[in-house]
């Protein structure tokens, strides 16, 4: 359960980061890269780093609501 609420909050943060850096101007972080790749990469990144270090809470709550749930 801590591996699919840690993964899941991943996922969520590495959308938001996603979107956060998106607002950037063109010439921004990572300005000569067209593809996006460099973007991508970040942003999944930052997303699992931060998921990992306790990231926002989304998974200490999805995995406290699963064992309320399903049981421990």
């Known amino acids: ?3 699919v ?3 899941f909050e ?3 943060l590495s959308l938001m980061i996603k979107q956060m850096r998106q607002t950037l101007e063109p010439e921004g972080l990572f300005p000569q890269d067209s593809g996006d790749v ?3 990469l970040f942003d999944l990144y ?3 780093h931060l998921a ?3 990231g926002v809470g989304i ?4 995995k406290r609501q699963l ?3 399903h049981g421990a």
């Not at 998974?59 to 999805?62: D, E, F, S, V």
Request: without cysteine; negative net charge; glycine residues 20%.
């Open 52 to 54: 990992q270090v306790g």
């Open 46 to 48: 930052m997303g699992q």
């Open 5 to 7: 609420a840690t993964n």
């Open 59 to 62: 998974g200490t709550m999805l």
């Open 38 to 40: 460099m973007g991508g």
């Open 1 to 3: 359960m801590d591996a």
């Open 67 to 69: 064992e309320k749930t």
């Open 10 to 12: 991943s996922l969520l």
